[in-house]
């Protein structure tokens, strides 16, 4: 049986909806969606490139934590509320992902929290696990 271990980024979503920031697997680690999420619940900010930098740092925390980085990503996901946002979101993206250039998927979508204008969802692999 392959272990499983689970990473929490300590969000009362998670508590509330019953998942994990980030499950490990193997040499697979899996970033749940993520949302410019702030301490406290504060207002994130306004625009879809800095939220996009904050779901980008949150995700970076569980890679950290999983053992692994931004340069082991392999598969992305990236919703946004309104496809104008992608080039914003993209630019993030691209800053983040330079060095490891991960398969991705845009998604237009409404989000669960209005005001939320980007999510974004990670796979990794850890090639010496």
Known sequence: MTD??????????????GYSRAVVVGGHVYVAGTAPIMPGDADPPTGAYDQAR???????????????????????????????LIDEVGRAHGEAFAQARPATTGIVTALLDPRWLVEIEAEAVILDA
């Open 4 to 17: 499983r271990r689970v990473i929490s980024s300590g969000s009362a979503w998670e508590e509330r909806g």
């Open 54 to 84: 904050v779901c980008l740092e949150i995700i970076e925390r569980a890679l950290a934590e999983a053992g692994c980085s931004l340069d082991d990503v392999v598969r992305t996901r990236i919703y946004v509320t309104h496809a104008s």
